[in-house]
């Protein structure tokens, strides 16, 4: 059964700040990885899709890449900022257990 | 729509009443998921659909919940005779062609069962 862990649970920096946040999975057969941002109370907004046969997307100050051999994956915030603050999900596509998630990373970015 | 759409956004209901819980997904999309999110836990997957295959419901938490697609658009969630544990947010998904597509969450129906 797929595992995914997220480090860390949470996080609090300064605005500006390049940042890096990281899920890791156990099960290297995947999909695709997906990373999410929830903001409190709301649903999940998709931030950044990558297929089993790529490394690495990049959208805006967002770059997420991907490991498969060793189970890892990076999200990358540059010059993060206050809008910014939210808890970023990291997700697995595996078939038809639809995607199995990580706890998620509390981020905050103090003005 | 553009997004996906849940029905109702907030829903309190007494223990032991029936809840019906709906999700309109992304026009087009084949695929349609539904989770559930606890308070301080993670998302927990509960049934997929794709276009009009019957689904597996093995993910379903307890034989009170079922769920149906029709016409392979929209779908309910139905928790018969709900308790205090079934409270949490429950979040539907779409994706245009399965697990292997990108998946798009509506806002979630925040279920409290009191």
């Known amino acids: 059964k797929q595992e995914v862990t997220q480090i860390p649970a949470a996080l609090s920096v300064p605005e500006g700040e390049n940042l890096v946040l990281n899920c890791s999975f156990t099960?290297?057969?995947?999909?695709?990885l997906q990373w999410f941002r929830q903001d409190p109370g709301k649903g999940l907004t998709s931030l950044l899709l990558?297929?089993?046969?790529?490394r690495e997307q990049t959208s805006g100050r967002l770059n997420a890449s991907l490991d498969k051999s060793s189970g890892r994956s990076t999200l990358y915030i540059a010059a993060s900022q206050p809008g910014d603050s939210a808890t970023y999900l990291c997700?697995?596509?595996?078939?038809?257990?639809?995607?199995?998630f990580g706890k998620g990373t509390h981020l905050i970015i103090q003005p | 729509g553009a997004g996906v759409s849940q029905s109702p956004s907030n829903k309190v209901t007494e223990k032991g009443k029936d809840v019906e819980l709906r999700c309109d997904p992304i026009?087009?999309?084949?695929?349609l998921y539904w989770y559930r999110q606890s308070l301080g836990q993670g998302l927990e997957f509960l049934i997929y659909?794709?276009?009009?295959?019957?689904?597996?419901k093995s993910g379903l938490p307890s034989d009170r919940f079922s769920a149906e697609r029709t016409g392979g658009s929209v779908s309910t969630l139905t928790i018969q005779r709900t308790q205090q544990e079934d409270s949490a947010v429950y979040l539907c998904?779409?994706?245009?062609?399965?697990?292997?597509?990108?998946?798009?969450f509506g806002q979630g129906t925040r279920l409290t069962v009191v």
């Open positions: 998904a779409s994706s245009f062609d399965g697990p292997n597509t990108e998946a798009f």
């Open positions: 099960d290297s057969a995947i999909y695709n």
């Open positions: 990558i297929q089993s046969s790529q």
């Open positions: 997700a697995l596509g595996g078939g038809a257990d639809g995607l199995t």
């Open positions: 026009s087009g999309h084949t695929a």
């Open positions: 659909f794709q276009g009009n295959s019957a689904p597996d």
